[in-house]
């Protein structure tokens, strides 16, 4: 009897690490492209220059849970993003502030007369026009003509970067977005929105600098944080990711912030790819609220419940279950082991 029950031990764990093996090939395959969506931008009013507002940035198939489609606070917003429009200058760091006084500084040099400044935002105004159309070589010249006038507008050159990042041209998105850093180092969304685009070009370590930038300037910002954590999971660097992923957790948390439940999952996952099935649990299942629908979560949870000792199969099968109703295809042994 204890040989028979030995060797119905041994078949499981193998058809364990069999399934775990296929999902870890479907999430790998995920892992290869990433798309963008296009942002709406502002346009400046005449008095002045508005601080830009948010764009609100949706996941890219109906699968909320490839690591690809993740919703990024910074992918395709145009600059800055709700948390600097929504924080006071008392929740800000003072190299934070010291940054919004430069931009708005922006147009106040003694060289450039009002008409100048009158001249280059009705350019501008005409680019982001052509923009919206998504004509974006006529929205390039136009914002060029603008920085012929100023040559460090703000709005002109971080348009110039997100019009060439829309056009697939990442080199030039980079040079732009570099020139921006350059007059406004202290700029965290700028340098948010450059290293989106350097994950973009899989150049990771271009990218986790950026992030690393970003942490010092806003020790309060999570998207530093979450940046950090999201790259080293491109490069299967599951453990590195812990620490990052966990900050941006507590400060999304404290602010309340939908994030919170995409951080879960990619701390769930992280988890999971190192085999700690009891907190790749806990961590899935703290982004249940906004992922109830994702044929992947649900996989690797039934998987991960079946992994931890004792094991759940009750749990397993009702997660299995609804993965198998959302279209994930269950491999069979599975199928037949839960009598799904």
Known sequence: MLKKTLVFL??????????????????????QSEETQTAELIEPQEERVEEPKTAEIKPITDDPSDINNMMIVDETTDFL????????????????????KAIEKLLSDDEITEDMKRRARELYNKGVSHYKKLEYDQAIDLYQQALDIVPNYY?????????????????????????????????????????????????????????????KID???????????????????????????ENAI???????????????????????????????????????????????????????YLSITPRETKKARLYFSKALELGFDIPERIRTYLTL
């Open 250 to 304: 507590k400060i999304y948390k404290n602010i309340q912030s939908t994030h919170l439940f995409d951080c879960y999952f990619l701390l769930g996952f992280s988890y999971y790819e190192t085999n700690n099935y009891a907190f790749a649990i806990e961590n899935f299942e703290s982004a249940y609220l906004a992922y109830e629908s994702s044929a992947q979560l649900n996989y690797f949870l039934g998987i991960s």
């Open 81 to 100: 993003t709700e948390e600097i429009t929504l924080a006071t200058n008392d929740d800000l760091t003072t190299e934070i502030q010291e940054s919004k």
């Open 219 to 245: 020790r309060k910002g999570p998207e530093g944080y979450y940046g950090m954590g999201r790259s080293l999971i491109y490069q299967k660097k599951y453990e590195e990711a812990f620490k990052y992923l």
């Open 10 to 31: 041994i078949l499981v764990l193998l058809l364990l690490g069999s399934c775990k093996s296929k999902a870890d090939e479907t999430q790998t395959e995920d892992h």
């Open 155 to 215: 709005y002109a050159l971080g348009n110039m970067g997100l019009t060439y990042r829309m056009m697939g041209d990442l080199d030039q998105a980079i040079n732009y977005y570099e020139k921006v850093i350059h007059y406004f180092p202290q700029d965290y969304y700028i340098r948010l929105n450059l290293a989106a685009v350097h994950i973009l070009k899989k150049d990771f370590q271009a990218a986790e600098k950026q992030y690393q930038e970003m942490i």
